[in-house]
């Protein structure tokens, strides 16, 4: 059976449900906890590049030491 060409239900997209707490405008609580976790994932970012950096230099201390 082909397709209706008149029927446009749907063709928007969806609309995303809404919680109480968004309803009534406090927001939602996930842009918050994705806050949270986007900060966390800079201080683990950072804390590696620092730990990488003190590697990468206790090599060339221990070679400049040899010498």
Same mark, same amino acid.
């Given at each position: 059976?082909?397709?209706?060409?008149?029927?446009?239900?749907?063709?928007? *997209?969806?609309?995303?449900?809404?919680?109480?707490?968004?309803?009534? *405008?406090? *927001? %939602?609580?996930?842009?918050?906890?994705?806050?949270?976790?986007?900060?966390?994932?800079?201080?683990?970012?950072?804390?590696?590049?620092?730990?990488?950096?003190?590697?990468?230099?206790? %090599?060339?201390?221990?070679?400049?030491?040899?010498?």
């Amino acid at each position: 059976m082909a397709k209706s060409r008149n029927n446009l239900l749907g063709v928007g *997209g969806q609309r995303k449900k809404l919680s109480r707490a968004e309803q009534q *405008g406090a *927001g %939602p609580a996930r842009d918050g906890d994705r806050k949270v976790a986007e900060d966390k994932k800079q201080e683990l970012v950072r804390k590696m590049r620092e730990r990488a950096a003190a590697a990468d230099a206790a %090599p060339a201390q221990d070679a400049q030491a040899d010498s």
